[in-house]
């Protein structure tokens, strides 16, 4: 189990070799909400592993627990300043790391449902002098371009020690230096969270907006998600109560590097109540058609023999009987985050960290927090 997120939190373009799953899952049938008495009985569960995972595992964050539009449960455990001991709240502001790709994912299938771009468009279509060749936006979109990945060449072009890098660097250097890529595009799967800037860069060309401006306009402000924003370190924004510091595992505090600068692999802050307006809105055409989100939630790298796939933006589990958990997690810069959904019944679960901590990392034990009608919370202890 300890594998499970260890690739997802990652954030690097190495291939990732998973050897864990998400135990305990089974599927279900989809149902109507809850009875009263089952919602509580969540809840107290929630409530009690987190509790634990907080006291005993060094957990600090949010967590959000839904079901067919409704929240069961919401709770902060900790501090959004260790050392200040600012308590946190449920408004709370974390950077989501890797599970930003999913929203990246969708600003491209906006432009592909205003028929401005093909998945199967190169990218040489919008930027001629791209030297990796035959690359499509959907091999983008899928981990599987081939390209090199930008945390590891970034330095060797550009100083660490001065002003953030932005996507625009990241595309002048794979251009003026092309540093070597992995593979052929559409070889294999192979996680790169340079695919992801590549798509954030692909969005801004297209659309004439920066993507910080274009996710604001085209997502953020319509679903009413008014405490999530892309980082952008030329844009000054005012002092929030709800900005959080990300912390190492040893409590020290971990600000932004030179390469906080680049989004669509990561870069977006959010909450866990905003995090459950995207999730809703998923189950709507208020962003794209849901042929269209279909088609991001199927499994596309069938050469990844494992137990988990990946399609546009989400992890893809696949359970017997036909049900699946679509997922992310990620990790960046003293934060966690997880995002899951069962899609039969509406369930998502929602955790956001602002101290690095792999106590979280189980999504069956999770799940059997809600499917199981009996279970001993404590004995549990989240392994």
């Not at 260790?82 to 890797?98: G, H, N, V």
């Not at 625009?168 to 800037?197: H, I, W």
């Not at 390469?259 to 809703?280: A, C, N, P, R």
């Amino acid at each position: 189990m300890a594998n499970l997120f260890f690739y997802a939190y990652f954030l690097s373009a190495l291939c990732f070799h998973h050897t864990g799953e998400p135990a305990g899952i089974s599927p279900v049938t989809p149902s109507t909400m809850y009875p009263d008495r089952t919602q509580n009985r969540i809840a107290e569960r929630f409530d009690s592993l987190f509790a634990i995972l907080s006291s005993q595992r060094g957990f600090n964050g949010n967590v959000l627990v839904s079901h067919n539009g409704k929240v069961l449960y919401k709770h902060a455990f900790g501090y959004s300043d260790l050392r200040r001991r600012t308590p946190l709240s449920i408004e709370s502001e974390f950077q989501l790391a890797s599970v930003s790709k999913q929203f990246t994912s969708v600003a491209v299938m906006i432009l592909h449902d205003q028929q401005k771009v093909n998945f199967s468009d190169t990218l040489q279509k919008y930027f001629p002098d791209f030297p990796y060749q035959h690359i499509t936006i959907r091999e983008l979109l899928t981990h599987r371009s081939g390209l090199p990945d930008y945390m590891s060449f970034a330095a060797k072009y550009r100083d660490k020690h001065q002003e953030y890098i932005s996507n625009a660097d990241v595309m002048d250097m794979l251009t003026r230096y092309t540093p070597k890529a992995e593979f052929l595009p559409d070889q294999r799967y192979c996680y790169s969270n340079t695919g992801y800037a590549v798509l954030a860069a692909l969005v801004e060309k297209v659309s004439g907006m920066r993507f910080d401006e274009f996710m604001q306009q085209h997502v953020f402000t319509p679903l009413g998600m008014h405490n999530t924003y892309v980082f952008n370190p030329n844009v000054t924004r005012p002092v929030l109560p709800g900005r959080t510091i990300g912390h190492d595992k040893n409590r020290r505090p971990v600000f932004e590097d030179f390469l906080g600068g680049v989004v669509g692999d990561k870069g977006i802050y959010s909450t866990v109540e905003d995090m459950f307006k995207w999730d809703q809105a998923l189950y709507t055409e208020a962003l794209v058609r849901q042929s269209t989100l279909e088609e991001a939630f199927t499994p596309i790298s069938h050469d990844y023999r494992h137990n988990t796939n990946y399609g546009y933006g989400w992890r893809i589990k696949e359970m017997d009987g036909g049900s699946k958990i679509i997922y992310h997690a990620g990790w960046w810069r003293g934060y966690n985050s997880l995002y899951v959904r069962r899609r039969e019944d509406k369930t998502s679960i929602i955790v956001l960290s602002n101290k690095v901590n792999w106590s979280f990392r189980n999504i069956g034990t999770m799940f059997n927090l809600i499917d199981s009608p009996d279970i001993n919370v404590t004995a549990m202890g989240g392994d």
